[in-house]
């Protein structure tokens, strides 16, 4: 979608903290291959996915201690990319290895950086509390999605089609009726819908068992590169000071696989009957399915504009304003790497 599709200098999602154990996990991000693993002291490595001999995945391999040894003709490496041992030979020729990436755990996360290690800073990675605060409780899921990463910024940053595509799980009256309000702080997109007096939707139904209409609030923030953060307020109509008037949040994280895919990682985190497990599993379920609803959409969004011959842009309308913030952002983003990179 862009000559330079994916700004490297940043932190990105590469999984959840318990998807990475003793196991090779294997991902591609941002079209390069990369492997993580947890070392025997619980701290994570992530390598180049690709053995510099014949090219084989080092995922298909396994573990050998804190070194990750090739499936194919056994070489290994540590934690750092040097190659420790090639057992068809007595040495290991000096520098010969694989690129060892920084990585770090955030909020139950586990991040990578693919750009300039020397930039790999850790206070630029973004906290989000709520997956792991006390009074907090947090289910995790993932979504595979065929279309550009930032389509899928789009889809959450305009709500207006949840009318449409959400009709049994998010849908409610209001969001076409009541603007969204959009303010840019920095890098960050913030915006904000207020719906009073609505019927709730079918997941306030679930959770709240809510008896008339509510006062509903969306507030959006979009971090560059690839998170969105929606916090939901709801409250029986005129309580605006209900002690849970934070219903929940969903916690959105866009990182690209290719130009066509992106991996997305989300969590839905509350904090009411936070130790009631079908409380939990009704959140999940019926977020799992709005996102797989959101996933076919996409799917064919990213079909339509690559076989599109006229090449003619998007087009913008008013609920769009809070991804065109994002976009023009990002662009900016993408001419600053593209300047740095170009002066290093």
Known sequence: MSEQPFL????????????????????????????FFRRED???????????????????????????????HGLRFDGRGNCTLIPAQASVPAGFGVRAYPVKEKSDLVYVWLGQPAKAD????????????DGWKAVHGYHHVEANYQLVV????????????????????????NPLVVEVEGDVVRARREMRGVEPAPIFRAMRNFEGKIDRFQNISFLPPNHVHIRIEAAPAGMANDPDLIHH?????????????????????????LDDAEV????YDMNRTAFDEDALVLREQQIMIETDRSAAPLTNLDADQASNM???????????????????
Request: glycine share 6%.
């Open 8 to 35: 490297l200098n940043q932190w990105y999602v590469a999984g959840t903290r318990s998807e990475v154990g003793r196991s090779p996990l294997g991902r591609w991000i941002c079209s390069q291959p990369v492997v």
């Open 280 to 283: 939990s599993r009704r959140l």
């Open 154 to 177: 789009d889809n959450l940053l305009d709500l207006t089609h949840l009318t449409f595509v959400h009709q049994t799980t998010l849908a409610s009256p209001g969001i076409q009726e």
């Open 122 to 133: 850790p206070a630029l990675l973004p906290d989000f509390f709520e997956n792991v605060a």
């Open 249 to 273: 949040v969903v916690l959105n994280h866009l990182t690209p696989e290719t130009e066509r895919s992106t991996h997305y990682f989300w969590s839905i985190a509350r904090r009411m009957r």
């Open 42 to 72: 619980g701290s994570v490595a992530a390598l180049e996915d690709r053995c510099p001999h014949r090219k084989y995945r080092l995922s298909k391999g396994v573990l050998v201690g804190d070194e990750i040894q090739c499936g194919y």
């Open 326 to 344: 994002a976009r023009r952002i990002m662009r900016r983003k993408f001419e600053q790497e593209a300047h740095e990179g170009a002066a290093s």
